[in-house]
C-alpha cells in the first residue's frame, strides 16, 4: 500500500515496533497454554450461554404464541356477541304491562 | 496459525455443536495459541487478554452453528477474536493525545532512538512495554482505525486481507487506513519536537 511521504515516522515507529515484538516472541515460548481452570470456565460460561439462547428462543415462541391465543379468542367473543346482538334484534319484544288493581 | 496444522475435523465439529466437553477441552487447547495471539496484538494489558480470549471461546461455542465452511474452522475461530477485540475496541473512545513527557522513561527511551535512528543499545523492549506505548500512540484513534493501523502495519496485512478479515470494503480499509496514518503523523510530530528539545 502506498503509504503518503509525512507518514515516515509512524514508518519508523511501526518498524520498529515490529521488530521489537518480533524479538520478544521469539524469546518467550512459541505455544502458549491456556491457564489453569480456563478450560473449566469456559465450559462452564459456554453452556450457560446456550443455555439462556434456548429459554430466549423459548419465551419468544411462548410469547407469540400466548398473544395469537389472545388474538383468536378476542375474535372469536367479537363474532359471539356480534351474532347475539342481531339474534336479539330480530326478534320483537312482546311487552307484559301488569294489569292495574281493581279499585 | 502458520506453525500448525489444521487440526478440527467435521467429526470434531459435529461433537461440539453437540456439546461434547471432552472435544470443547481439545479445541480451547489447539486453538489458544492462535486466539491469545491475536487478543494480545490488539489489546494489551495482562488481566484483559484473558477475559477476552475468555470471552472468544465462549462466543466460538455458543454460535458454532453459525459455521458452515468453506474456510477452515481455525479461520473462522480468527474472525471472532478479531471481532470480539473490535467490539472491545468500540467501548473504549478515542482519547485524548498522550504527550511525550507523559510516557514511561522506557517508552520515551525507544521512541526517541527510535525518531533518532540509533540502532544500539535497544534497551529492553518487553511485551507489557511496547504493548503499553502502541495503546497510548494509538489512543486518539477510533476502534476501525485502531484495528486497520494494527492489522496493516504491524501484522503487514494488505488491504485485501485486512477487508477479508473484518467484511468491510477494500476502500473503506484504505480510507481508514489513510486517515489514521494522517492523525498519527500530528501526534508523532508533536512527540519528535519534545523528545528533541529534551536531547538539546
Known sequence: ?103 | MSDREYFVTAEMLELARQGDERVWRALVDGLYPNVISIVRSHLPGGADEEDLAQDVFVKVFSKIEHYTGPQPFEHWVSRVALNTCYDRLRQKRASRVVSFSELGIDEASFLARTFADDPSEPGEATREMTGELLAKLLAPLNANEQLVIRLIDLEEKSATEVADMTGWGGSKVRVTAMRARRKLARVLERMERDASKRTN
Do not use: Y
Open chain 1, 1 to 103: 500500500m502506498p503509504h503518503n511521504p509525512t507518514d515516515h515516522l509512524w514508518n519508523k515507529v511501526a518498524s520498529a515496533l515490529r521488530v521489537a515484538r518480533a524479538t520478544v516472541e521469539n524469546s518467550v515460548e512459541r505455544t502458549p497454554e491456556p491457564p489453569f481452570g480456563f478450560q473449566t470456565r469456559v465450559i462452564a460460561l459456554a453452556r450457560e450461554a446456550r443455555r439462556e439462547k434456548a429459554l430466549a428462543l423459548w419465551r419468544r415462541w411462548t410469547l407469540r404464541t400466548a398473544c395469537f391465543s389472545v388474538v383468536v379468542f378476542g375474535m372469536a367473543l367479537f363474532q359471539s356477541l356480534r351474532s347475539q346482538t342481531q339474534d336479539d334484534l330480530m326478534q320483537v319484544p312482546v311487552l307484559e304491562f301488569p294489569q292495574p288493581p281493581a279499585p
